[in-house]
């Protein structure tokens, strides 16, 4: 079971941390954020099957997933008297996401790569505008702390706890590839298989078929299902005037 959740910079969601239950209803007003929050999630189950950089050239890019407002809510903007306007990205800027699970927790960020020389002088990448990977931890219990961090990547630079110090396990990896699926070994680094198997068990269901071969148009026995409900009772769009 996930027990918290946490996104930052993605889309509208510019700094959430969500304790979740066994069971958790998001609910309110349209464009509050709650696709977006699911989106979030979904960006992060990615990780472990290696698609996370393609899953966000697939959204349009990081410039365009990342949140477009500004870095800080002056005092003006929280009373309704300062248009919320967004500021110039810093160089920088992260979008992070993470995860408090049952054993392990886990958190990657992301960036767009460094500069590359000036115009002119060097030809810069033809992957200038993909992100990168910049940092990944996992660690035991619900608060990161470095004193409870058992992997720690930094760029291409992979270490691993071994009792009170670290040990470099890859010095090599790549910018667009995540630890999920890149270190492979339950036996040096359990913790990374840990992780992969936790996300990689996690199942979306958010698409309904609706071809002629689809189940919900076969006769079925009828049941009755109080999650579908809840969702329809709590939907916070307005009926339509004619109705
Ligand atoms: N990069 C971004 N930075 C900041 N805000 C963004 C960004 N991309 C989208 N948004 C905002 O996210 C909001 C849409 O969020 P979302 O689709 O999650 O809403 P929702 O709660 O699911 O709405 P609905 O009830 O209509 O489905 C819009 O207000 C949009 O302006
Ligand atoms: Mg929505």
Not at 12 to 30: D, E, F, Q
Not at 118 to 143: H, L, N, T
């Amino acid at each position: 079971m996930i027990k918290a959740f946490a996104v930052s910079n993605y889309r509208s969601l510019k700094n959430v941390v969500s304790p979740l239950a066994r069971l958790n209803v998001v609910t309110g007003p349209n464009g509050c954020g709650k696709s977006n929050l699911y989106k979030s999630l979904r960006l992060l189950a990615e990780t472990a099957k290696g698609n996370l950089i393609s899953s966000i050239a697939q959204e349009g890019g990081l410039d365009y997933t990342f949140w477009a407002g500004p870095d800080n809510f002056t005092k003006g903007m929280r009373e309704g008297s300062a248009p919320v306007q967004g500021s110039a990205k810093k160089q920088n800027a992260r979008l992070r996401l993470g995860f408090v699970g049952e054993d392990f927790s886990y958190a990657v960020s992301l960036g767009m790569p460094a500069p590359q020389g000036f115009a002119g002088y060097q030809d810069p990448s033809m992957f200038q505008f993909d992100p990168e990977i910049k940092r990944e931890c996992i660690w035991v219990g619900d608060v990161y702390r470095p004193s409870n961090c058992l992997i720690d990547r930094v760029g291409p630079v992979v270490k691993v706890r071994s009792g009170q110090k670290w040990a470099v396990y890859n010095t090599h990896l790549n910018s667009y590839e995540s630890i999920l699926n890149e270190i492979s070994d339950p036996v040096a680094v359990p913790e990374v298989h840990a992780v992969r198997q936790t996300i990689r068990n996690w199942r979306f269901y958010d698409q309904f078929r609706t071809d002629t071969d689809s189940i919900i148009r076969t006769p079925q026995i009828g049941t009755l299902r109080y999650l579908l409900l809840v969702a329809a009772l709590l939907t916070p769009r307005p009926l339509p005037c004619w109705y």
